[in-house]
């Protein structure tokens, strides 16, 4: 799966690996529903570390459309509401 | 996804599938030398900042000097005046440079993502003209969509990003004006007082200094007006004739 961090590149992260993101996403989405600013920032943290870590960058020439996109760390709670999904960044 | 609808809509609108790639390409590469003005407006406004702090720290070190020179001639009141305006300046400059380096972030970040875009786009030309040569109009129409759609998204991304970066160019830009008028009016010589023209603790220092030579010019002066009191009286005179007739005011002054 192709995912995106804004302003950051795309990143191949295999499917193997979508149940530990799903996880991590769902600790994201109560910090957005709790409306904490802090548990959101850290939450964000874990989450593109988790896909920086987990995935492959893909080469800067690729032309690959996303499967997925995440704000990067400067990215706040009212910027990230607005590309919220109900399940969360991640989709299942 | 969203970005892969758009690129079929304008797909199934082209005549030939094919313009799509020139018309696309086309606006990638207005979007790279937008985005490297992009690059360059930071880079501007990161340089005047640092021209700021520079400015900044030449006040702070001043201050400190003019403590150090209170402090020599007896006025520790005016030396801490001095270290508490020194403590202003230094605060200014703290959230300064941390927006220095807020902005010198953006400008890395959006340094690479000019460099992303250009790969992409040179990859796009590529597969363009691959795509133009090798297939016809109706097998090209699903290659074409997925080129579309993976550079479209790139420049979607590069436009929040420039987005981001023109917004806080504008809010430096504004701040830094506001300092560059305050250096402009002396007034961060007197951090705690923004707006006060004048460097009073200088002003200070000057005149105690300057007190002493003043008093012994004072004296030699009143000195020599003691001592001829009627050259002044003739000298005043040929002044007054020189006005009406310039030749023989000459003549008396020689």
């Known amino acids: 799966m192709i995912i995106r961090i804004l302003?950051?590149?795309?990143?191949?992260?295999?499917?193997?690996?979508?149940?530990?993101?799903?996880?991590?996403?769902?600790?994201?989405?109560?910090?957005?529903?709790?409306?904490?600013?802090?548990?959101?920032?850290?939450?964000?943290?874990?989450?593109?570390?988790?896909?920086?870590?987990?995935?492959?960058?893909?080469?800067?020439?690729?032309?690959?459309?996303?499967d997925l996109v995440i704000p990067d760390e400067d990215a706040d709670l009212a910027q990230v509401r607005?590309?919220?999904r109900d399940d969360g960044l991640i989709p299942g | 996804m969203l970005f892969r609808i758009k690129a079929n809509k304008?797909?199934?609108?082209?005549?030939?599938?094919?313009?799509?790639?020139?018309?696309?390409?086309?606006?990638?590469?207005?979007?790279?030398a937008k985005v490297r003005r992009g690059v360059a407006d930071v880079a501007t406004s990161r340089k005047r900042l640092e021209l700021q702090v520079g400015q900044l720290q030449a006040s702070a070190d001043k201050l400190t000097g003019q403590a150090q020179q209170?402090?020599?001639?007896?006025?520790?009141?005016?030396?801490?005046?001095?270290?508490?305006?020194?403590?202003?300046?230094?605060?200014?400059?703290?959230?300064?440079?941390?927006?220095?380096?807020?902005?010198?972030?953006?400008?890395?970040?959006?340094?690479?993502?000019?460099?992303?875009?250009?790969?992409?786009?040179?990859?796009?030309?590529?597969?363009?003209?691959?795509?133009?040569?090798?297939?016809?109009?109706?097998?090209?129409?699903?290659?074409?969509?997925?080129?579309v759609s993976g550079i479209s998204e790139e420049m979607s991304d590069v436009g929040l990003a420039m987005?981001?970066?023109?917004?806080?160019?504008?809010q430096m830009q504004s701040r830094a004006a506001a300092i560059d008028e305050l250096l402009a009016s002396g007034a961060l010589d007197d951090a705690t007082a923004p707006g006060g023209a004048r460097d009073d603790i200088q002003a200070a220092l000057d005149t105690q200094r300057g007190a002493a030579g003043i008093d012994a010019e004072l004296a030699t002066m009143k000195g020599q007006l003691a001592a001829a009191p009627d050259r002044a009286a003739i000298d005043a005179e040929p002044a007054a004739k020189a006005i009406a007739a310039p030749g023989a005011g000459q003549e008396t002054k020689s």
């Open chain 2, 163 to 170: 987005q981001r970066a023109e917004d806080k160019t504008a």
């Open chain 2, 70 to 147: 209170a402090l020599t001639i007896g006025r520790e009141d005016l030396a801490r005046e001095a270290l508490t305006r020194k403590q202003a300046a230094l605060a200014q400059l703290a959230d300064l440079r941390a927006q220095r380096d807020g902005l010198a972030g953006e400008e890395a970040k959006l340094t690479l993502a000019a460099q992303r875009l250009q790969a992409k786009v040179e990859a796009f030309r590529t597969r363009k003209e691959t795509i133009k040569a090798t297939y016809t109009a109706a097998e090209a129409q699903t290659r074409i969509g997925e080129a």
């Open chain 1, 82 to 84: 607005a590309l919220l």
């Open chain 2, 10 to 32: 304008a797909l199934d609108r082209a005549e030939d599938p094919r313009e799509v790639l020139d018309y696309s390409y086309e606006r990638q590469v207005e979007m790279l």
């Open chain 1, 7 to 66: 302003g950051a590149g795309q990143y191949d992260v295999a499917d193997a690996h979508l149940d530990e993101l799903n996880a991590l996403d769902e600790r994201l989405n109560t910090a957005v529903q709790a409306d904490d600013g802090a548990a959101f920032g850290q939450e964000l943290r874990g989450l593109l570390a988790a896909v920086r870590r987990l995935g492959t960058a893909l080469p800067d020439d690729a032309l690959t459309a996303s």
